[in-house]
């Protein structure tokens, strides 16, 4: 999971630096250059929002499946247990 967050954190960055060097680079003026680059970081920070609103998703849904899990193990354990312990009074 956190090699998942390092790669999607490295394309996205990488993504960035691509697009300012395009647009520094590009034959524009100085104030089209600059709208190019608010536009830019505004799409890229929207972007970066809705990955981390997906992410924050996968990890929720991951904790409750977990959650889930552990309550039906220690039903399990529990249930095991009285039968355990049922037994051994029988046996008295």
């Given at each position: 999971?956190?090699?998942?967050?390092?790669?999607?954190?490295?394309?996205?960055?990488?993504?960035?630096?691509?697009?300012?060097?395009?647009?520094?680079?590009?034959?524009?003026?100085?104030?089209?250059?600059?709208?190019?680059?608010?536009?830019?970081?505004k799409d890229w920070t929207?972007?970066?929002?809705?990955?981390?609103?997906?992410?924050?998703?996968?990890?929720?849904?991951?904790?409750?499946?977990a959650e889930d899990e552990?309550?039906?193990?220690?039903?399990?354990?529990?249930?095991?247990?009285?039968?355990?312990?049922?037994?051994?009074?029988?046996?008295?």
């Open positions: 999971m956190e090699d998942s967050g390092k790669m999607i954190s490295a394309v996205l960055f990488g993504a960035a630096i691509g697009a300012l060097a395009g647009v520094l680079l590009a034959p524009d003026k100085g104030s089209s250059t600059r709208k190019k680059i608010v536009e830019g970081t929207s972007n970066l929002k809705d990955t981390a609103i997906r992410l924050k998703e996968k990890v929720q849904s991951f904790g409750e499946s552990l309550r039906k193990s220690v039903n399990n354990y529990k249930e095991e247990g009285e039968k355990i312990m049922a037994g051994s009074s029988a046996n008295r």
